[in-house]
């Protein structure tokens, strides 16, 4: 089955990290660029981070520049340090049409993990 | 990084049309034929309608259409049926590896 299951959301306090995880089965990973959006419950999407698919082009939001850091190898990471309340929000795990960022739309999402930040 | 700018609401009857604006920059959607359009119902994960601009994913009904003129990107959604009821992102690529969306439109349909 062609999927994406996203792992890694929790409740944490403000300052500390956290580390997303996304499983894609179904397709050939390493073919496509893949991307975090993010949407604050009741609220807007919001793109987080884009990686290509050899990971030579990596994109930021500004909202998390200098702070978030997206990876890949089997599957995608977003590794998140120095959370704020305003990082609070569904995290989904997208897959681009194309090896490059942005290049299209994005054409299959995970269901989502919840991050909230809280103290 | 300033989003991209869509109306809050658009409404319409069974069988009738309508189309969402998504209001960009030269930056963004005025700069790149790159414009996507998203639909998400209430609890749902998104889903593509529109790529480039103009082309369907294979299974998206011919109901929907995209175009763009200048900076600015429309999604018309023709012979409108209960299940089109949804909210409506845009989204664009924004040069430098980066995307835009915008900020969606719910659309009613009455």
């Known amino acids: 089955e062609v999927q994406l299951v996203e792992s890694g959301g929790d409740l944490v306090q403000p300052g500390r990290s956290l580390r997303l995880s996304c499983a894609a089965s179904?397709?050939?990973?390493?073919?496509?660029?893949m991307h975090w959006v993010r949407q604050p419950p009741g609220k807007g999407l919001e793109w987080v981070s884009g990686i290509s698919w050899n990971g030579d082009g990596i994109g930021y939001a500004d909202s998390v520049k200098g702070r978030f850091t997206i990876s890949r190898d089997n599957a995608l990471y977003l590794q998140m340090n120095s959370l704020r309340p305003e990082d609070t929000a569904f995290y989904y795990c997208?897959?681009?049409?194309?090896?490059?960022?942005?290049?299209?739309?994005?054409?299959?999402w995970g269901q989502g993990t919840l991050v909230t930040v809280s103290s | 990084q300033s989003a991209l700018t869509q109306p809050p609401s658009a409404s319409g009857s069974p069988g009738q049309s309508v189309t969402i604006s998504c209001t960009g920059t030269s930056s963004d959607v005025g700069g790149y034929n790159y414009v996507s359009w998203y639909q998400q119902h209430p609890g749902k994960a998104p889903k593509l309608m529109i790529f480039?601009?103009?082309k369907r994913p294979s299974g998206v009904p011919d109901r929907f259409s995209g175009s763009k003129s200048g900076n600015m990107a429309s999604l018309t959604v023709s012979g409108l049926r209960a299940e089109d009821e949804a909210v409506y992102y845009c989204s664009s690529y924004a040069g430098s590896n980066n995307v835009l969306f915008g900020g969606g439109t719910k659309l009613t349909v009455l």
């Open positions: 179904g397709f050939i990973f390493g073919d496509y660029a």
């Open positions: 997208a897959k681009d049409l194309t090896p490059l960022i942005g290049l299209t739309g994005f054409d299959l």
């Open positions: 480039d601009v103009s």
